[in-house]
């Protein structure tokens, strides 16, 4: 079992940064990949960016040279650097763990941003 506390979240401005945070509750070198995903109402949850445990970094094609995904393995924390953020980035963003053939989510955090 892997639990995922996700924090970081909130309202910003057009133009602004936010870094989201998820702390798991184990070792996150054992997971293959962590992912972070959103899901904004009424529309499917979409992956936003991934990164394996070997540093290999997958993004969504709108959120590429904005978004920076990132994880500390000593302090089994991933992390998302979210600047330049658009009114469209507004949405519900999640963490996702994925170990063996198990996945992970945490709680969602709701990023909301102004025009």
């Known amino acids: 079992q892997v639990q995922l506390v996700v924090s970081g979240g909130g309202l910003v401005q057009a133009g602004g940064s936010l870094r989201l945070s998820c702390a798991a509750s184990?070792?996150?070198?054992?997971?293959?990949?962590m992912a972070w995903y959103r899901q904004a109402p009424g529309k499917q949850r979409e992956l936003v960016a991934s990164?394996?445990?070997?540093?290999?970094?997958n993004y969504a094609d709108s959120v590429k040279g904005r978004f920076t995904i990132s994880r500390d393995n000593a302090k089994n924390t991933v992390y998302l650097q979210m600047n330049s953020l658009k009114p469209e980035d507004t949405s519900a963003y999640y963490c996702?763990?994925?170990?063996?053939?198990?996945?992970?989510w945490g709680q969602g955090t709701q990023v909301t941003v102004s025009s």
């Open positions: 996702a763990a994925f170990v063996g053939s198990e996945t992970y």
């Open positions: 990164r394996t445990n070997g540093g290999r970094a």
């Open positions: 184990r070792s996150i070198f054992v997971t293959n990949t």
